[in-house]
């Protein structure tokens, strides 16, 4: 397949946390900065109007060579069960696109300020959505049990 | 901003829609085929336990002079308000990326078929992720009344 797309980030997480982890984004807080080197501050009009955003980022950290099309257990927990690359959200896969939903508390300018947005300090942003309650999943929603599971902890505050 | 990143698909669609449109996207069908060269079948393992997923896309159709990062109104409807290129989910966008949620019918190799994905015949696709609940967005959601009027017959059955 020889099609390609260069993508450029519109915007970055300031603040919040530095590094990634599987658990604990509870209570989080971020500023998603909207580039003022591209966009003035009409790009974000009405969004203030939205209480969640959907947020498409690069999982920059990841490195690279850490990729796993083939099935592997989440977290390798022998009790899940094994997927492919594209049963799973995580970081591991080709693009390292991430997707999160998370609460707008304040437009301020071009800075978003944002609750548990789990991506961390200086994460490339490549678009920023508003959550459109029609566009989320339609009908009865069936998933098995081990997401709820390994994400049990995932929005509890932090232990100190 | 220097940064930048290449992205590929890792899948096409094939079949559905042929044209985009605005609306009547109710009952359409069409595969998501994930890209033999780069994949086995490994990598969609598990994924048939999910009732949706999330797809990242491209809008490849869209005139990439038809951006409109300045406040402008959905469909040009004078009865809603004005928004910027993030408080809109359309493709006059920096990257044209597309994020939708679409019931997952079946797992057939790397073929995934699909119901209501709102992405037409040969589109890339540049991830696919399951839904998992726990990501969507969390506590009260807030919105405004446009996106439901303007969205009324976006899931509607095509009109003969």
Not at 59 to 72: G, I, K, Y
Not at 106 to 126: I, Q, S
Request: glycine share 10%; charged share 25%; hydrophobic share 40%.
């Amino acid at each position: 397949m020889s099609e390609e797309f260069t993508v450029v980030p519109v915007a970055h997480v300031v603040g919040g946390r530095v590094e990634p982890g599987d658990d604990y984004w509870g209570g989080s807080r971020a500023i998603i900065r909207v580039d003022p080197e591209q966009f003035t501050e009409g790009a974000v009009v009405g969004l203030d109007a939205f209480s969640h955003i959907e947020v498409v980022f690069r999982f920059h950290l990841t490195d690279p060579t850490d990729l796993h099309a083939e099935p592997r257990r989440s977290r390798d927990n022998p009790d899940w069960p094994a997927g492919g690359t594209f049963a799973h959200r995580n970081m591991r896969r080709v693009n390292w696109l991430g997707v999160s939903r998370c609460r707008l508390l304040k437009v301020d300018g071009l800075d978003l300020h944002v609750a548990e947005l789990d991506a961390v300090d200086g994460t490339p942003v490549l678009d920023i959505k508003p959550w459109f309650g029609v566009m989320g999943p339609r009908g009865e929603v069936r998933e098995p049990a081990w997401p709820a599971e390994m994400l049990a902890a995932y929005y509890a505050a932090p232990r100190e």
